[in-house]
Structures are given as C-alpha cells and as structure tokens.
T-cell receptor
Framework: AQSVTQLDSQVPVFEEAPVELRCNYS??????LFWYVQYPNQGLQLLLKYLSGSTLVKGINGFEAEFNKSQTSFHLRKPSVHISDTAEYFC???????????FGAGTILRVKS | DVKVTQSSRYLVKRTGEKVFLECVQD?????MFWYRQDPGLGLRLIYFSYDVKMKEKGDIPEGYSVSREKKERFSLILESASTNQTSMYLC??????????????FGPGTRLTVL
C-alpha cells in the first residue's frame, strides 16, 4: 500500500516569488507520481507526472517537480508565481502495477500581490 | 480531450432522501472512480469500477452504493442521506490496466448539502 504526506497545508507567497510545495510518499513497490491542481469550484487537473526516465519533470503553467527516490519525495516548484496560481495542489501516488491513486491532503497555495 | 461530466454542480437534499449522483465519460475508459473531498482530508475513495457491472469498495464505502450498467456511466447512490454526507463529490476515469494508464481525469464535482 502507498501513502502520501503533503507537509504544508497552506503556503502563502508573494507574486513573482519562487515556491516549493512538498510531497513525501511511502511505498513498498516502485511508484508513479502525479501532481494535480484544483482551482476554486472546479475538478482536478493534471499538472505533471513522473512515470520513468528523467527525475526532473516539467508540467503545465511553468511548474516542475523532481523525483527523489532516496528521500521518497516529489516536490513541486515554480520559479515565479502569478496570482492565477492560487489554487489547491494535490500530490498522488500509484504502484506501477496498481490501478488506483492515493492522494495527499492537499496544499493551498495563496499568491498575494 | 477526455471529458468527464457530472449531472449536477450543486445539490441540496434532506436527511433520509435517496440521492443519485451521475457521472459520464466520453473516452471509453475502463476505470471509473467516486471520491469525496473534505477540507484537510484530501480525496478519499468511495468506490471504484474496473468494468461494467464490476465494482470494488474504496476506503469509505459505508452509506454509499454504486451502479455501472454502461461503460460510460457510473452512478453513486446515497441510500438514505445523512448530514455527515455533506461534501464535495468528484468523479474520475482512467484508461485501465495498470501503471502508466493510471492518470485520472476528473469531472467538475458536485457539492452536496444534506439538511
């Protein structure tokens, strides 16, 4: 079984500042990792995913994440945030032979002007 | 683009009512999921279906049932709604199989209030 811990429930940041949203996972098997974003009153939208290959994954809207197997982490970063990035972000994991995702509790990113 | 639609964005029901939440996907996906989302708890899986008429309990199935009579449609049923079922309900679908085909596509959600 897998589990996901998102270390920050809320992250406030000023516009144009860099941001990192932290995600740690645990699993007894190899994993695939995902970051989703949820804008207010909407469903979840995929930001990026790690399946294999390069541990640095680039996604939409200028976000990227790095898979670190030794630290069992998959932190999400953006070098310069915009007001429009204000949303809730979810990290998720699945086993490579599994068919379900396990989600973290979410991190609310609040971008201030 | 994959499209997942949910029958209602907002729903208000009374305690004890039978409630149906409908979800339809248009990409011939094998897997469909129902989650509930509550602040601070993330998404919790209620039920999962991997084929027509096939279902599997998730982490919090109590008080819910599901129906999948057609591949594209997955219904969540609250047999007798209670106030503690007030929540946001999200439907998702994925290709099926395992691993790389796990990316899930989500509907817009139904915010259910039980009075």
């Amino acid at each position: 079984a897998q589990s996901v811990t998102q270390l920050d429930s809320q992250v406030p940041v000023f516009e144009e500042a860099p941001v990192e949203l932290r995600c740690n996972y645990s699993s007894s098997v190899s994993v695939y990792l995902f970051w989703y974003v949820q804008y207010p009153n909407q469903g979840l939208q995929l930001l990026l995913k790690y399946l294999s290959g390069s541990t640095l994954v680039k996604g939409i809207n200028g976000f990227e994440a790095e898979f670190n197997k030794s630290q069992t982490s998959f932190h999400l970063r953006k070098p310069s945030v915009h007001i429009s990035d204000t949303a809730e972000y979810f990290c998720a994991v699945s086993g490579v032979y599994g068919n379900k995702l396990v989600f973290g509790a979410g991190t609310i990113l609040r971008v201030k002007s | 683009d994959v499209k997942v639609t949910q029958s209602s964005r907002y729903l208000v029901k009374r305690t004890g009512e039978k409630v149906f939440l409908e979800c339809v996907q248009d990409m011939d996906h094998e897997n469909m999921f129902w989650y509930r989302q509550d602040p601070g708890l993330g998404l919790r899986l209620i039920y999962f279906s991997y084929d027509v008429k096939m279902k599997e309990k998730g982490d919090i199935p109590e008080g819910y049932s599901v129906s999948r009579e057609k591949k594209e449609r997955f219904s969540l049923i609250l047999e007798s709604a209670s106030t503690n079922q007030t929540s946001m309900y999200l439907c998702a679908s994925s290709l099926g199989g395992s691993g790389k085909r796990n990316e899930q596509f989500f509907g817009p959600g139904t915010r259910l209030t039980v009075l």
